[in-house]
């Protein structure tokens, strides 16, 4: 057989049926808890100004995304995250009362190598509340995003919150002043958690660190553990005239803890979540219920977006999580259904001389609220059944002459081999049972 | 004020949240005949290699779609359509029963210039059927449009149905054998029904046709009626031999009468729908409810197209609508529902030792699967009340104090501006009513 000579691109893919109908109970379980907790659901355009995409992470993001000129010559790039429409949704508004809640559900794109299981395109729930500053907000969005996982019945993941407001407090006073190596030193944090130490060091010193400065930063970055204690601790060691990011992470856990959320909640300061627009809050979930396959929803503050944006001060926190990892959770907790999106009954003429009847009946089953497939080949009886067997439809209506003329049916159970004579207008109470 | 400096490209919008909710309604709707149909909902890549893309429609799509070279040099575009993915979805499958019977509801892109309501992205929903090459599987894809419109209450809308083959064959016996000049006066032949006849004259010399076929042409192109009474005058006046093309819409009628859906289908011969891809049965339906908006929903055969894309013999029929415009349809019949996707209520805390409280209340109802939103700006009583009202928040609950110590809090009909006194745990009974 010749290669097919169209092909999907490299990164792409299709979502079958199967998929489909899992994707859209999973977006309608999201969407639920989004309605609870009063986030209204918008959907930003797909295709954004390039400059609107390099403002939150600078020029270099053209690398890792889909941009193109359009034919009168505008930089245009596929967005690669929901949070810069949203931001630049609401950024120009006037007349939104505020707090502004809203949350998408949408596809996006990124120019990355592609991996098992890892697409070019690929589809995020994101939740953002724009105009308020407080950490009830940053605990509002954390509190959103385990429900979420909640509704599901997922039960072991666990949340680890930071403060940037904190950490840079924290590095302030080991001198280091230079704004790259800041940025490369927080790109090594977030590592804390996750490699051994000895690499940690080896990174910092190849950042440029001295011994004690190193010292220094991964005894606070490695602080962890519940709450009320680390809180304490840092309390003892901050001086009172640089506790802003501590207030804060105070006030976010007293008010999750109303939330009644701070069960699986952990104060990590290794969280920076590396993205340099982060200002405040920062969070990330993660998924306990095996192998890490890294977080399965994060995000925080990010106070000075949307006033690059556009409008003055509208202070704006959010969380996010990738719908394909959150699907992977779910299959892996035995947490995702599986719905497949037959039709309940296939219509069956024995005969060409009934073959309009069959139409007739399946038309009469569908108005009765109930899915019906009729053949569409003018196949054989033995080839109509092989292919309702083929397809998984667990029963069959089959239209003889002779039944027909007593206005009855044969309803076959598929599974079962079981035939009952049936009368037309019972059908759809039988199949309803 | 000076201007916004990241705007959204020219003829992208953003859907905010009151349409939002219409369109996920408008879907779900749209999804539930698909079922009842049997046919099973996907999503094809909305990256297609250019090449697809072309082979559909030609080298001359360039100029019409988004399209762009990806960092590899690959030639990659943005879907126009739905069909072109989900027929190279199922070309290349051999492990699939057919018939296949897909649909999608997606979003697409054109570069087409920006006209009042109209974008360059837009959604279409789109079923087809592949591997029958019966007029069965037209009169279904017609059928399955037709319950759409219906399931949404509209009533007065039209299906407009005709053949290719049978033009094609009435246009051979015209003599025209030139594929372009047959191209254009196909072109012409589609707009019979539309503008008058001394225009489409006009446009017939233009192509060159000598006077006596253009009244050939526009004879036969001006037969339209109930298809009884058409495809009788069309039995007398075609030689048996060239017969296929009447045969099949006779069946498709037949069928659709047994699908009982001949009431509001008219025989058209000038509905060829222009695009080159179609080669069979091709129907278009217009919403009669006013003035006109073009094809509500439309499609038809395209038995070749598969065969491009990879397998050998897969005949393809399908349909496809615009969701923009049926809910231009919908809207002016007053068939879509305002759908504010505020919460049912706003918790409101008095005083700040009470703050709390809210959040936990807040939470409380939540569990109970009823929307709240609660305070996260620290604001006054008046300007929580102000903001639930702006927020159109039919509900709110007070807290103050002196209630919270006996358990109670103020239950506030937003709009009677009526309280009553009410125990915290009959709130969510209360909020059911």
């Not at 990164?11 to 977006?27: H, L, Q, S, T, Y």
């Not at 995020?124 to 509340?129: P, Y």
């Not at 200002?279 to 192998?291: N, Q, R, T």
């Not at 206005?407 to 309803?432: H, N």
Request: charged share 30%.
């Amino acid at each position: 057989m010749a290669e097919p000579t169209y092909t999907m691109p490299r990164g792409m893919k299709d979502i079958e049926p199967d998929e489909m109908a899992k994707r859209i109970w999973v977006n309608n379980k999201i969407m639920e808890v989004f309605k609870k907790y009063g986030f209204q659901i918008v959907e930003p355009t797909p295709i954004e100004s390039l400059e609107t995409l390099e403002a939150k992470c600078g020029p270099a993001i053209r690398d890792e995304i889909y941009w193109f000129k359009d034919k009168s010559g505008r930089n245009l790039g596929l967005r690669f995250d929901l949070t810069v429409g949203m931001a630049r949704m609401v950024a120009n508004r006037y007349d939104l009362p505020i707090p502004i809640k809203i949350g998408a559900i949408s596809g996006m794109w990124r120019y990355d190598e592609p991996q098992f299981g890892r697409y070019r395109h690929f589809y995020q729930w994101d939740a953002e509340i724009f105009g308020s500053e407080e950490s009830a907000a940053d605990a509002e969005a954390v509190a959103l995003g385990m429900d979420i996982l909640e509704n599901f019945g997922l039960k072991e993941y666990e949340v680890r919150a930071s403060s940037r407001k904190l950490v840079d407090s924290l590095l302030a006073r080991t001198g280091i002043i230079s704004p790259e190596i800041l940025e490369r030193t927080i790109v090594t944090i977030d590592k804390v958690r996750k490699i051994p130490e000895q690499e940690i060091i080896e990174e910092f010193k190849r950042i440029g660190l001295a011994e004690d400065k190193i010292k220094q930063i991964i005894d606070f970055a490695s602080m962890k553990g519940k709450p009320d204690s680390i809180l304490a601790e840092l309390s003892r060691k901050i001086p009172e005239e640089n506790r802003q990011g501590l207030d804060e992470l105070s006030e976010f856990f007293e008010v999750l803890g109303a939330f009644k959320k701070t069960g699986k909640c952990i104060l990590d300061l290794s969280v920076v979540r590396g993205i340099g627009y982060y200002d405040g809050i920062v969070f990330e979930a993660y998924d306990k219920g095996g192998e890490d396959i890294g977080a399965i929803f994060g995000g925080g503050r990010y106070d000075k977006l949307c006033r690059l944006y556009g409008k003055q001060d509208l202070p704006a926190t959010g969380v996010a999580g990738g719908i394909e990892r959150l699907m992977m959770s779910l299959e892996r907790a035995g947490l995702l259904p599986e719905l497949p999106q037959t039709p309940k009954v296939a219509v069956i003429a024995v005969t060409d001389e009934v073959r309009k009847k069959a139409f007739e009946i399946a038309q009469y089953i569908r108005s009765k609220g109930i899915s019906a497939d009729v053949d569409l080949r003018k196949r054989s009886l033995k080839k109509q059944l092989e292919y309702a067997d083929a397809m998984k439809i667990p029963y069959a209506i089959i239209l003889g002459p002779e039944e027909l003329k007593k206005g009855t049916v044969k309803l076959r159970d598929m599974k079962k081999r079981l035939e009952t004579e049936t009368k037309i207008e019972e059908i759809p109470q039988q199949l309803s049972k």
